[in-house]
């Protein structure tokens, strides 16, 4: 491919799986026009990405080694990457500089702080605008955790060509002491602390409970694990009388150009990406992540030929 023609990256993003696919197809090295014009390349897979980083032959610094660096003060439409380039710090320098500020930033990662970034499973009760207010009535509560899986980010190296490669996979049939350890302090977000009495494994899950203080260590029962994957409710397809109120999520056709549903499968095992919300009206999921071309249609009847005015609430 000529750098004639360069591949415009859509600036809204509104499909960048599918545009990921697009550009690994075209090679590891794929030349590209970001938003405005700005002309560039773009590494498309983990193991070319890393080996460029890593690379003391390639530059951070726009500064000493782009070019078109002048341009952006020129040109209006370039403004916008000051903001990942305008920065002089350790991510865009380069040589001695990337070195000095490199060491100044490596004390931070102590093995102390590194491990506060580890994977954690928990339950928490907070009480905060953003979470709401904490109920003690809602006390004792409980999560069942069945399995964990992890992944690594491997875009295009995962099987079948997916950006995501299976590390592994703990069935929490027992607490594995070298995978996970139990915490016994808080942080400023919860009102509760953790204890080990509140986290054991059972019946192939992992149970943690939330308690009083003087009701630790005590377990419900475990659901019993059959298999089975819940389902969303079945769609009504009986017409619905107008004027009414009609879920989104209640449609009987669709067209959805994104592969697998980007919210959770309990709401969608079609294309359509819908996740759950809270909704006090009535609706137990909600449609997201839409995009220019795709379509819902609902099956509605009237008493009449007439207009139709349609709201979106």
């Given amino acids: 491919m000529s750098t004639s023609t360069r591949i415009a990256i859509d600036p809204l993003g509104r499909d960048i799986p599918a545009e990921s696919a697009r550009l690994r197809a075209l090679g590891p090295v794929v030349p590209v026009e970001l938003p ?3 002309p560039a390349w773009a590494p498309t897979g983990y193991d070319t990405l890393r080996s460029l980083i890593l690379d003391p032959r390639v530059s951070r610094d726009p500064r000493a080694h782009w070019s078109l660096w002048p341009e952006v003060g020129r040109n209006p439409a370039w403004g916008w990457i000051l903001g990942w380039l305008g920065a002089i710090n350790m991510i865009t320098s380069y040589g001695p500089d990337h070195r000095r500020l490199r060491k100044l930033v490596a004390p931070s990662f102590t093995a102390r702080r590194t491990e506060a970034m580890r994977l954690r499973v928990s339950i928490w009760a907070g009480d905060f605008d953003w979470s709401g207010a904490f109920d003690a009535t809602a006390v004792p509560a409980a999560m069942f955790v069945n399995w964990i899986q992890t992944y690594s980010y491997t875009p295009g190296g995962g099987p079948g060509g997916t950006d995501f490669t299976p590390l592994w996979r703990d069935e929490l049939n027992a607490t594995d002491s070298s995978r996970w350890y139990w915490a016994n302090w808080t942080f400023d977000a919860a009102v ?7 986290s054991t494994t059972r019946n192939g899950y992992l149970v943690q409970v939330l308690t009083a203080d003087t009701a630790t260590g005590q377990f419900p029962a475990p659901p019993v694990d059959d298999g089975s994957i819940a389902q969303p409710p079945p769609v009504d397809t009986t017409p619905v009388a107008i004027p009414a109120r009609i ?15 980007f919210g959770d499968a ?16 009535g609706g137990h999921c909600n449609i997201g992540w839409t995009a220019p071309g795709e379509w819902l249609e609902y099956n509605v009847t009237t008493a009449s030929a007439a207009p139709v005015i349609a709201g979106l609430g």
């Fill in 247 to 261: 879920e989104a999520e209640d449609y009987t056709r669709f067209i959805d150009t994104s592969s697998g549903n």
């Fill in 192 to 198: 509760n602390d953790y204890v080990q009495q509140n």
């Fill in 266 to 281: 309990v709401c969608s095992h079609t294309d359509v990406d819908a996740q759950l919300t809270s909704d006090p009206t």
């Fill in 36 to 38: 405005g014009g700005i």
